[in-house]
């Protein structure tokens, strides 16, 4: 069974703090990491991807990939208010695939 | 900016009864999903769909469940005969060479 855990939250973090989002996954075929954010009611937003070890950064947003270790990760520097949500590390294994999801770390941005 | 549609955003519907919940993915995309969420859950695959064919299927997606591309653009999801724990958000995604999955605001079915 590929499995894909977060620690479920609520993270707390002050507002312009770096939040610091984890995910590990199960199975080493695993070849695409995307992190969602998911506000209530709503659908899943994709906001990062990526698919080589390293840091991969886009404006606030840097997902750092570890294959060796199973690990996914997602920092968010400055936090804002309106970064308030659930956040979604998802999985694929190969172009056209299922994503396999975590069930989410709700995060909140106190001002 | 390009996006998936669907519709509707709500249906309600009676246990037994057939529903048909629509989606029209981004135009240039090749790969089409259906996902569900049932409240307070994760996000769960139930269906992926390219070149005309079913290419992977869940457990949850069984003899109840068809999906449907009618035309160029539409994609559908049936479920035959509801049952009450059929209730959940359903969210339609689609890819294009690029493997990122991009997620219609979803169609929260509701079996009564």
């Known amino acids: 069974q590929k499995e894909v855990e977060q620690n479920s939250g609520p993270l707390s973090v002050p507002e312009g703090a770096i939040a610091s989002l984890n995910c590990t996954y199960s199975?080493?075929?695993?070849?695409?990491f995307f992190w969602y954010r998911q506000y209530s009611g709503k659908s899943p937003e994709l906001i990062m991807s990526i698919y080589s070890n390293g840091d991969k950064e886009d404006g606030r947003f840097t997902a750092q990939l570890n294959k060796a270790s199973q690990y996914v990760s997602l920092l968010i520097r400055d936090s804002q208010p309106s970064d308030s949500a659930t956040y979604l590390c998802?999985?694929?294994?190969?172009?056209?695939?299922?994503?396999?999801f975590g069930q989410g770390t709700e995060l909140s941005v106190k001002p | 900016e390009p996006e998936v549609t669907q519709t509707p955003s709500h249906q309600v519907t009676q246990m037994g009864q057939e529903v048909i919940l629509r989606c029209v993915p981004i135009?240039?995309?090749?790969?089409f999903y259906w996902y569900r969420q049932i409240l307070g859950q994760k996000v769960e695959f139930l269906v992926s769909?390219?070149?005309?064919?079913?290419?992977?299927k869940s457990e949850i997606f069984d003899d109840q469940f068809s999906v449907e591309r009618p035309d160029g653009s539409n994609f559908t999801l049936k479920i035959r005969s509801t049952k009450l724990e059929d209730s959940a958000m359903y969210f339609c995604?689609?890819?294009?060479?690029?493997?990122?999955?991009?997620f219609g605001p979803g169609t929260r079915l509701t079996v009564l």
């Open positions: 998802a999985v694929s294994y190969n172009q056209g695939g299922k994503l396999i």
């Open positions: 199975d080493r075929g695993s070849q695409s």
């Open positions: 135009s240039n995309h090749l790969y």
């Open positions: 769909f390219y070149n005309n064919e079913i290419s992977e």
């Open positions: 995604a689609s890819s294009g060479l690029k493997d990122e999955q991009f």
